[in-house]
């Protein structure tokens, strides 16, 4: 018999809070997940899935379901805008390391149906409501007291807020989100035309001091797909004016100038604008709420690692509630577990990589780029030297490092 009488609360129905309501739905632990929206949001966001993440969906069964309509992406390019191709990672390196020897890209708003799918179809001990936003919390040594926007009042014996950038639970708990905004934002705009026939492979980073972007083939509705393009805009340019269809077209020509296309119009499916940040709050727990995904780290997309780190985090709690709930084991030590296992890395690898990708693409003195790309051909020409990058790009390493982060803390 369970010690814990009152479900776990989750507020939000994103990558993060569907996994995690899944992996206890499959331990059989109560759980209500709250979604403030009516239904799953369909916003344009992340897309690319790295092998570990491949690896820790399958054990919540869905990687074979997103393997029907995702694109396998083996190998991946550095470019300069006007020289083209640099470097070439080819993530087969790591087959003897993975099942899943590349990135797999699919829409993020085409993982979280596939996620609340198998909450229903195989678990009972999951509820998820949508429509109903999370409007306080007051945790007490016993629980959690969660009020909803319906005026009703549950009681949880843990909260868990996968609830996105401005997190409800991350300031109940009151933790610095320590880090930076980027000055510049973000452009996403995707094309119908294949950008694989000018060379480009299914994931590609293009340097450049003013015009540097990162290119990506999602699938869309189907077969071929959609290259998603994602440049950097003045801040002093107003919204309307980066968003209208001739800018569009010449960022798309310049951004694409080695390749010369050739294109007149490219014709645009889709198009968005957003901020960045690099943050990581100080702490992912306080007594009995703890957070997860966006709600607890931020980063720019350069090396696709937000959502993937979100996925990492909710698996790792999923496990600690295992133990927590049908073991009784201490909930505290297993939390500052979670925190010393995800955190540091967060701060050590995401962060770091992130924050390294988008300063390489966009350098600016022509002597340190020339460097570091140079160092990047180094690096992929060499098969040892190309395939420890992989593992790092790919979070193979970082999975690996937190996973050996021991239960107690050694002196
Ligand atoms: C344009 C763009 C491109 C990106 N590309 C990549 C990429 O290629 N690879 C990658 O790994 N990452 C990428 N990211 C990051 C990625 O999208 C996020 O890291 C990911 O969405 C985080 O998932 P999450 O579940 O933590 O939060 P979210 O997806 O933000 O979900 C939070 C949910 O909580 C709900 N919610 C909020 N507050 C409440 C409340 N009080 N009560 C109830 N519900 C609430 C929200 O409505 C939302 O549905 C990208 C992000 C953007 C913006």
Redesign the pocket.
Known sequence: MAAHHHPIII???????LSLALSLGQSNIPCIL????PEL?HD?????YHPPTLEMLDELGVTAEMHKTGIKVPRWQIRDRVDGLVAEFDLSLVADETPYPYRLHLE?HRLTPILLDKIRETTSSVDVRFGT??TGLEPDQDGVTVRLDNGDELRASFFVG????RS?ARKVIDVEFKGFTWPDR?L?ASTTFQLNELGFSGAGYVADPEHWAAIFHVPDTGPPGIWRVAYGTDPEEPEEDILRDERIQERLNIILEHSNPGVDSFELKYRST?RVHQRVASKFFKGRIAIA???AHLNN?MG?????G?VHDAISLGEKFRQIWHDNADFELHFDHYDRQRRPINIKAVQAMSIRNKKLLEERDPDVRRERLDELKNIASDPVKSKAHLMNTSMINSVREAAAVPLEETE
């Not at 507020?11 to 809070?17: D, E, I, K, T």
């Not at 709250?34 to 929206?37: A, G, Q, T, V």
């Open positions: 507020a939000g129905a994103g990558p993060a809070g709250f979604e403030m929206e949001t344009l966001r992340a897309g690319s993020q936003e999370v996968c609830d996105g950038a409800l973000f996403v957003y995904g966006d709600a997309p696709g690692l937000g959502l993937n979100g």
